[in-house]
């Protein structure tokens, strides 16, 4: 039976391919707009199925196996969509920036298949506090990273450069995100080893 918790992780796996369509057009700052809000009604989604799960007691299976991919579906998504849309380029190191948001995406598909080979030995691996940390990082920068090409004229100048503001706060906190993802991804893989005999 689905729960409300169950239909709004389903529903978040639903807008994905509307969020990265409206992503797919660069120079379109509306378009651009209406994703950062759906990124938002998306992430406000993810707090509420969690919390309504816990508050009723009805965490279900197919809540604790929908949760965590449709979040990373949406990370990779919009990632990917980013990178070829030529977002995730800066001042200073141009496309350098794709390197951390792959570090990133690497991480999640690897942290899945270890969660699935770990599952099937009937290990848990909790998530830990800082790999909390690198979700919200992840989160600020990939909506930053949006909001900045939806308001293009928010900037400001610094060595002579105009920058975005909301795209330099997306750029430096997705390299905090790359950081913490291999401390994280690291800490996994240690636990996954000692199983591994």
């Known amino acids: 039976m689905l729960t409300l918790p169950n239909i709004l992780t389903m529903s978040r796996i639903a807008m994905i391919p509307l969020l990265a369509a409206l992503l797919w057009w660069p ?68 496309d350098v920036h794709v390197i951390a948001g792959m570090t990133i995406v690497i991480r999640e598909i690897a942290v899945s298949g270890l969660r699935e080979f770990l599952g099937g030995l009937q290990v848990s691996v909790p998530v830990s506090k800082l790999a909390k940390w690198k979700t919200t990082f992840q989160l600020i920068s990939l909506g930053s990273l949006i909001l900045g ?31 913490l993802t291999v401390i994280t991804g690291w800490d996994y893989l240690r636990v996954g080893l000692k199983h591994m005999d």
């Open 149 to 179: 090409e939806g308001l293009p004229g928010w900037t400001m100048e610094a060595d002579g450069i105009v920058h975005n503001v909301p795209h330099i706060v997306g750029l430096i906190s997705l390299w905090g995100a790359a950081v």
């Open 27 to 94: 120079g379109w700052h509306a378009g651009y707009l209406a994703a950062f809000a759906l990124y938002c009604v998306m992430g406000i989604t993810d707090y509420f199925d969690g919390m309504l799960a816990r508050q009723s007691g009805r965490v279900s299976k197919l809540g604790i196996f929908l949760d965590p991919i449709a979040d990373k579906i949406m990370v990779v998504s919009v990632i990917l969509v980013l990178a070829a849309m030529g977002v995730l380029n800066g001042p200073y190191a141009g």
